[in-house]
């Protein structure tokens, strides 16, 4: 690269990090918290609604029927409500933002080349995908475009299991989301999210340390089920195996207790959407 294509490249990156770094932009960006805080309240009270009826099924009642209990069963109740398609408007800006943010952080974050620098962007970079698949997904569900994100998995293991060498990739999928699941109860149990927040007042620390550390623990233990089911579809070569927090939480339906477990875990999520609400206050941006 010549020095004047180096010096464009670097002139480029300020004025992307100084037009991240504006007061619209941020308070877009911390919106992009709130939206996902809402998907998560979604997914807890829908978690919440599978294991209650399961547990009425199980007690010889009438099971309800929720619907998916994953992040497009969320946005599809959030799409049914009146106004629902503003909300869905709302979150798939504010994810976008956050995105965006996230992105220049992975790019022209860093400020050294230390293995602690590539790793904060790497994890910037896996942030950035998780709220570009919310913000895509809520403007598809906003347009009347949104699919079952539980079949989209399925094809795509499907797709991958067709391929040469399509077992060994199931297998690298399952286990970075059984790492990412893992992570996450870690980040709860050791609090580590607070690297991520300014000082909260007194009043607050206390709630925001219950909601995030129930929150985490309870997203983690999804997450790292999700890994299982899709490590056992690698091994059984069958995509119906292979699915996302929907079949995670079917599958914590089929064990003895397992309505009791879910309210547990929707609680959690519950939990995670509120502390996304305070995050989006209290977040280093």
Known sequence: MTDSAEATARETGRQVRRAADSRWFEMTARGGFVGSGVVHLLIGYLVILLGIGSAAGQSGGQGSQSGETDQSGALA??????????????????TAALTIRLVVEAVVGGRTDTARSWLNRAKNAGKAIVYGVIAYSSASFALGAGKSSSGSTRGAAATALATPGGVFLLLAAAAVAIAIGIGLVVIG?????????????????????????????????????????????????????????????????????????????????????????????????
Do not use: C
């Open 189 to 285: 149990v050791r609090r580590s999210y607070r690297k991520q927040l300014v000082t909260p007042p007194k009043t607050v620390e206390r709630p925001l340390t219950v909601l995030a550390v129930t929150g985490y623990v309870a997203k983690g233990i999804a997450v790292t089920i999700v890994g299982v089911l899709v490590a056992v579809a690698a091994f059984r070569s069958d995509p119906q195996q292979a699915s996302g927090l929907d079949a995670a939480f079917d599958a914590v339906k089929g064990v003895p207790g397992g309505g009791v477990l879910l309210v547990v875990i929707g609680i959690g999520f519950l939990a995670f959407g509120a502390y996304s609400f305070l995050r989006a206050k209290y977040a280093r941006i």
């Open 77 to 94: 109740q959030l799409a049914a409500v009146p106004g629902g398609v503003v909300l869905l408007w709302v979150v798939a800006v504010g």
